[in-house]
């Protein structure tokens, strides 16, 4: 039994359709902000101040690993009704919230470790989803950009594990732009319409892995081609990528690179 903490994104429904073929039995506790999963009967709607609620959910269902997959948001923490564990455990994941909404997670992560539920990774049913190095598209990075992405690289080695930041778009050896809290959508729709950048999306240096993935869909290419981007980089093995062939398909189209490094 495999408990699936899903929040909102593509991502978190196309992990249950993978458990579901596997014929996996799952149990959901439905983080969505529109209870997304409330038709699956093996749904369940836990407000995030509930650890006590969750925790005994997960040890009924003898569920011995959990996943999160989906965008959990940082919760409204003044309107949350909490259990007793939920106020003995709440206010480490308040602090975490200012940092931003991957800290949230690590924080759950660390309190269900300590009641001995161990989390495994988003994409352990899904190993499909995260492509190895190599170049996916007919056009590849010219020299000069290159040096862009090796410019990128060397930031992401830098900045904190907790940092919310997990693209950049380099131009000329330069960073012209770095996502906010708001996402990597936000962070595009602020530059010029011919940017002529490269998108970077890469897990940062001592990331936990396990979530919170570098992750692009078909959207993310459109966004590219709108703001005339001319490629995407990701991390070998540290990546979702969603929609790979309608990805691929629309890159070659519209002479956008594909590198994975």
Do not use: C, W
Request: zero cysteines; aromatic letters at 8%; proline letters at 2%.
């Amino acid at each position: 039994m495999i408990g699936l903490f899903l929040g909102d994104t593509d991502f978190s429904q196309v992990v249950l359709n993978k458990i579901k073929k596997l014929k996996k039995k799952y149990f959901i506790i439905d983080f969505s902000k529109d209870n997304k999963f409330k038709k699956d009967k093996n749904s369940y709607r836990i407000s995030i101040g509930k650890f006590g609620k969750i925790i005994k959910l997960i040890k009924e269902k003898q569920s011995k690993k959990v996943l999160f997959a989906g965008k959990i948001a940082k919760p409204n923490f003044a309107s949350l009704r909490l259990d007793l564990k939920g106020i003995y455990y709440m206010p480490s994941v308040i602090s975490a919230a200012k940092i931003g909404d991957a800290a949230i997670i690590k924080s759950i992560i660390k309190i269900l470790a300590n009641e001995g539920i161990q989390v495994i990774s988003s994409i352990f049913f899904n190993p499909e989803l995260s492509l190895k190095k190599g170049n996916y598209s007919k056009i590849k990075p010219s020299k000069k950009e290159i040096v862009s992405i090796n410019k990128g690289k060397t930031y992401f080695n830098k900045i904190d594990n907790l940092d919310h930041i997990q693209a950049l778009v380099v131009k000329d050896g330069k960073i012209i732009a770095k996502e906010g809290r708001e996402g990597t959508k936000n962070m595009l729709s602020k530059l010029k319409l011919k940017s002529d950048g490269i998108l970077i999306k890469l897990p940062k240096r001592k990331q936990d892995l396990r979530i919170d993935l570098p992750t692009i869909g078909l959207q993310t290419l459109k966004d590219i081609k709108k703001y005339g981007l001319k490629g995407l980089v990701l991390k070998s093995k540290k990546n979702i990528f969603l929609d790979k062939k309608k990805v691929i398909s629309f890159a070659n189209k519209n002479n956008i690179f594909i590198n994975i490094i």
